[in-house]
């Protein structure tokens, strides 16, 4: 990509300082800025007319240059170019089969939003009728203990009475809170339905800000963990789903990043697991949730060299 500083005169480019002889203006004010970000880049027109080309045929691109040269400033005008109304919303939910591989479901964007307030809704409503019911038991239980220390004359049964409610109470009131967990599905991904396709910049990001990652859960056994669907954080490449993913300097990347990032780029979606293999969520997979993005790679001459091979390959078709 070449450069676009005072420099452009020598490489045939023209020069900044000659743009803005031609302007006539008498302030900055009167000096109109074109509506489309990718007409506000000077000095590229090469590079404009790949990244529009890029858009259109939804192809992956490496831009190679100095920094300040517009690399990213072209990356974010891609997304003036895609179509809109393909958006989706993603909602994970758990899986009675495998607690350990929460299920995703796929909607239109603003319906994410309305189906977990429905679910909420109606979970609050169970909680709601098992409050009643468990405060009813324990009244029940406490009168009846209450009676027998009367009829007996011995505070030991309504110690006893006070002891057991109070277990019973918080036994009832704990499974109830578990069962309420696993209805209530968690919205991984929301948009609004005339909202702009997304541009997520992942540069300097890690595995799991980029892939996606499982929180870690210190509770992890005796039914005081949280659900598996309540842990899942979606990554960078699943926030980019019908937008663009660009990420600078993409040779700092680890190489087991790159090869999950072709994957993504491959099969289009990718399942949210755990990063670290010393975590609770190491166990943890979720079905594959969509990533359908166009992928714009950055970075100085020595980028392309510390590519994975293969990545590169895909970026160049």
């Known amino acids: 990509?070449?450069?676009?500083?005072?420099?452009?005169?020598?490489?045939?480019?023209?020069?900044?300082?000659?743009?803005?002889?031609?302007?006539?203006?008498?302030?900055?004010?009167?000096?109109?800025?074109?509506?489309q970000l990718v007409d506000q880049v000077i000095g590229?027109?090469?590079?404009?007319?790949?990244?529009r080309k890029a858009a259109e045929q939804k192809r992956h691109v490496i831009l190679i240059g100095?920094?300040?040269?517009?690399?990213?400033?072209l990356a974010r005008s891609m997304v003036d170019f895609l179509p809109r109304g393909e958006l989706q919303d993603v909602i994970a939910y758990n899986n009675p089969d495998d607690n350990n591989e929460p299920k995703i479901r796929v909607v239109p964007p603003g319906k994410g939003k309305e189906i977990v307030q429905a679910q909420k809704l109606e979970a609050e409503q169970k909680k709601a009728q098992k409050n009643s019911w468990i405060y009813g038991?324990?009244?029940?239980?406490?009168?009846?203990?209450?009676?027998?220390?009367?009829?007996?004359?011995?505070?030991?049964?309504?110690?006893?009475?006070?002891?057991?409610?109070?277990?019973?109470?918080?036994?009832?009131r704990y499974t109830g809170q578990r069962k309420e967990a696993l209805m209530v599905p968690k919205l991984l991904i929301s948009h609004r339905v005339d909202e702009q396709p997304p541009f997520i910049d992942a540069t300097g990001a890690h595995a799991g800000a980029l892939l996606g990652d499982v929180k870690h859960?210190?509770?992890?056994?005796?039914?005081?963990?949280?659900?598996?669907?309540?842990?899942?954080?979606?990554?960078?490449?699943?926030k980019a789903n019908k937008g663009v993913l660009f990420i600078d300097e993409i040779n700092m990347l680890r190489i087991e990043s790159?090869?999950?990032?072709?994957?993504?780029?491959?099969?289009?979606?990718?399942?949210?697991?755990?990063?670290?293999?010393?975590?609770?969520?190491?166990?943890?997979?979720?079905?594959?949730?969509?990533?359908?993005?166009?992928?714009v790679a950055a970075g100085n001459m020595d980028a392309i060299s510390g590519m994975h091979p293969a990545l590169r390959s895909r970026i160049r078709g």
């Open 1 to 35: 990509m070449p450069e676009s500083d005072s420099r452009g005169a020598d490489l045939g480019l023209p020069d900044i300082e000659d743009w803005m002889r031609s302007q006539h203006f008498e302030t900055t004010a009167d000096i109109k800025i074109p509506e």
């Open 44 to 51: 590229q027109d090469e590079a404009v007319t790949v990244i």
């Open 66 to 73: 100095d920094p300040g040269t517009g690399k990213s400033m």
């Open 137 to 172: 038991l324990f009244f029940m239980f406490i009168v009846l203990s209450a009676i027998l220390t009367f009829q007996y004359h011995d505070p030991t049964y309504l110690l006893i009475g006070l002891i057991g409610g109070f277990l019973l109470l918080m036994l009832f």
């Open 217 to 238: 859960d210190p509770f992890q056994s005796g039914g005081l963990e949280t659900p598996a669907h309540e842990r899942l954080e979606p990554g960078a490449i699943h």
């Open 258 to 295: 790159q090869q999950s990032l072709l994957t993504a780029l491959q099969e289009g979606a990718f399942g949210i697991l755990g990063q670290s293999e010393r975590s609770s969520g190491a166990m943890v997979k979720s079905e594959p949730v969509p990533c359908d993005f166009i992928l």
